[in-house]
């Protein structure tokens, strides 16, 4: 789902191994573009590391990320507003993109339908992680006047739909972006289930206005994900209620014009996914364009074939279709290559099941 380990350390590196692993059965979109290893590991930290760097910015707490809590914050300076910095910079997209250009035209070479897909962490995501509680600041008085409102969430906003517009410039239909909602997800999943559909309907409107401002024709999936570290997720739930309750209010206010390719939805404990029927019931409630592919995150390499192969035909006789196959995050959470290339093996054995 876009992140490697971190010695596939290069674009090209990256590509030739969803190629070479997936073969047949990959969907057509290489990751390339997060081929760095801070990326790989932490898929945020080299923008929270470049936004340490920016002078209106001063430290909150220091963190060695050895836990999800561990981690470097920030917030504005008495005055300063982050439409004085260059986040656009910081964030990196663009300059990842290109950095893929020449790997992508090689493997277009031989495979002239292959794609590049491009990690994008929503802006929510990025705040969230940067300025905790304080990205929900509404108002600054302190600020120019039009620096005031929402004076952290808005410029990320902005810079993130200039980075968009820049990569699409240059490939066109040739990329799809691929937005990560990890803080929404855990939101909705940590949520009472009557206080749910509220906070799923905010983060579908919040996707939408991003999404609107994408040219007209660009091609997006949506990765929801528990968060991880060591493979392991942040939550575990009971079913697949909350991915469902996201999903269909991201569904539900996506902007004409521009394409839904696929929603990822994070399935299991990161040992296993569940092979009772009433975790997968949910899927059935499912309402997504006829178009948009759905991929189960439910590949462990860890959990035996025959089970596994039991937790999809759940997943697939509530849905009541055939499902994409994909590992429940980013497969840079695995700490070597190996461990990738057996979950994209375990992947592909699923995925033979349904032929």
């Given at each position: 789902?876009?992140?490697?380990?971190?010695?596939?350390?290069?674009?090209?590196?990256?590509?030739?191994?969803?190629?070479?692993?997936?073969?047949?059965?990959?969907?057509?979109?290489?990751?390339?573009?997060?081929?760095d290893?801070?990326?790989?590991?932490?898929y945020i930290r080299?923008?929270?590391?470049?936004?340490?760097?920016?002078?209106?910015?001063?430290?909150?707490?220091?963190?060695?990320?050895?836990?999800?809590?561990?981690?470097?914050?920030?917030?504005?300076?008495?005055?300063?507003?982050?439409?004085?910095?260059?986040?656009?910079?910081?964030?990196?997209?663009?300059?990842?993109?290109?950095?893929?250009?020449?790997?992508?035209?090689?493997?277009?070479?031989?495979a002239?339908?292959?794609?590049l897909q491009?990690?994008?962490?929503?802006?929510?995501?990025?705040?969230?992680?940067a300025?905790e509680?304080?990205?929900?600041?509404?108002?600054?008085?302190?600020?120019?006047?039009g620096?005031?409102?929402?004076?952290?969430?808005?410029?990320?906003?902005?810079?993130?739909?200039?980075?968009?517009?820049?990569i699409?410039?240059?490939l066109?239909?040739?990329?799809?972006?691929?937005?990560e909602?990890?803080?929404?997800t855990?939101?909705?999943?940590?949520m009472?289930?009557?206080?749910?559909?509220?906070?799923?309907?905010a983060?579908?409107?919040?996707?939408?206005?991003?999404?609107?401002?994408?040219?007209?024709?660009?091609?997006?999936?949506?990765?929801?994900?528990?968060?991880?570290?060591?493979?392991?997720?942040?939550?575990?739930?009971?079913?697949?209620?909350?991915?469902v309750?996201?999903?269909?209010?991201?569904?539900?206010?996506?902007?004409a014009?521009?394409?839904?390719?696929?929603?990822?939805?994070?399935?299991?404990?990161?040992?296993q996914?569940?092979?009772?029927?009433?975790?997968?019931e949910?899927l059935?409630?499912?309402?997504?364009?006829?178009?948009t592919r759905?991929?189960?995150?439910?590949?462990?390499?860890?959990?035996?074939?025959?089970?596994?192969?039991?937790?999809?035909?759940?997943?697939?006789?509530?849905?009541?279709?055939?499902?994409?196959?994909?590992?429940?995050?980013?497969?840079?959470?695995?700490?070597?290559?190996?461990?990738?290339?057996?979950?994209?093996a375990?992947?592909v054995?699923?995925?033979?099941?349904?032929?």
């Open positions: 789902m876009g992140s490697l380990p971190a010695q596939l350390d290069s674009p090209a590196k990256a590509m030739a191994f969803a190629v070479d692993t997936a073969g047949e059965f990959l969907d057509g979109l290489v990751p390339g573009g997060e081929a290893p801070y990326r790989a590991q932490w080299p923008i929270i590391d470049r936004l340490d760097s920016i002078p209106v910015l001063e430290p909150v707490r220091r963190g060695d990320w050895s836990t999800l809590h561990s981690r470097n914050t920030f917030r504005l300076r008495p005055g300063r507003s982050l439409g004085e910095a260059d986040i656009d910079a910081a964030l990196g997209y663009a300059e990842e993109a290109g950095r893929a250009l020449e790997a992508l035209a090689d493997m277009r070479r031989t002239p339908g292959l794609r491009v990690g994008i962490p929503t802006p929510f995501v990025i705040g969230f992680i300025f509680a304080r990205m929900l600041v509404w108002r600054r008085r302190s600020a120019h006047r620096d005031r409102r929402f004076p952290y969430y808005r410029p990320i906003v902005d810079a993130t739909v200039r980075e968009i517009l820049r699409h410039e240059t066109g239909d040739n990329v799809v972006f691929q937005l909602l990890a803080a929404e855990l939101l909705c999943a940590r009472p289930a009557v206080l749910r559909q509220a906070v799923a309907t983060a579908g409107r919040a996707i939408a206005r991003l999404v609107a401002r994408a040219p007209h024709g660009a091609r997006f999936g949506v990765h929801l994900c528990y968060g991880s570290l060591d493979d392991k997720p942040v939550v575990a739930p009971r079913s697949t209620e909350a991915v309750v996201l999903a269909n209010a991201i569904a539900r206010y996506w902007p014009g521009r394409h839904l390719e696929f929603v990822h939805l994070p399935i299991g404990n990161g040992k996914a569940p092979v009772r029927p009433r975790y997968y949910p059935a409630r499912l309402e997504l364009p006829a178009t759905v991929a189960a995150g439910l590949a462990h390499p860890a959990q035996p074939l025959e089970q596994a192969r039991q937790s999809l035909a759940a997943a697939e006789s509530a849905y009541g279709g055939l499902l994409d196959i994909a590992a429940p995050c980013g497969l840079g959470r695995y700490s070597t290559v190996d461990r990738a290339r057996s979950a994209v375990h992947a054995a699923l995925a033979e099941t349904d032929l």
